[in-house]
């Protein structure tokens, strides 16, 4: 029977049914996070979406990897968690995220700092270092020649 849920939040649901015991199996050392929702219109329209695959979809990994023996935890962050506005910012300005993408990184840098709290020999790099992964792409780059090509690939 086919599910009336849009395909990632069926897939999370899924995910958090999954046995996450051969995370623990095969013991990593370093994980990469990269999952998440990011287009901002998308989570703007889907905001439940946008928190249980960013939020709880981290928390699940990190459950999954609580005992194993994980020394770097790599999760991006965004520049979505400043907010927006015509002025730039440093970094060190307080987080004030005005919608929901920027708000589930935000709250997932938290669950990280917990993370590192019940776990501080695990370096976080994902806090630490807070990977804003359109930022490497430019300040002139243009999303629809990424969008349309992903787009084709699919």
Request: proline content about 8%; overall charge negative.
């Amino acid at each position: 029977m086919a599910s009336s849920q849009p395909e990632s939040i069926a897939s999370m649901s899924s995910f958090r049914k999954t046995n996450t015991s051969p995370v623990a199996d095969f013991a990593p050392d370093t994980v990469f996070h990269m999952a998440a929702l990011h287009f901002i219109p998308y989570c703007n329209a889907h905001p439940a979406e946008a928190l249980d695959v960013n939020v709880l979809g981290l928390d699940m990994v990190i459950r999954a990897v609580r005992r194993s023996p994980v020394q770097t935890f790599v999760f991006p962050s965004s520049g979505a968690i400043y907010g927006f506005g015509d002025d730039p910012w440093p970094e060190t300005a307080p987080p004030r995220p005005d919608e929901i993408y920027g708000i589930s990184k935000w709250v997932g840098e938290q669950v990280m700092t917990r993370f590192h709290e019940d776990r501080p020999e695990v370096r976080r790099d994902g806090v630490a270092v807070a990977l804003m992964l359109l930022i490497c792409i430019g300040l002139s780059w243009d999303a629809t020649l990424v969008v349309g090509h992903l787009a084709h690939v699919h």
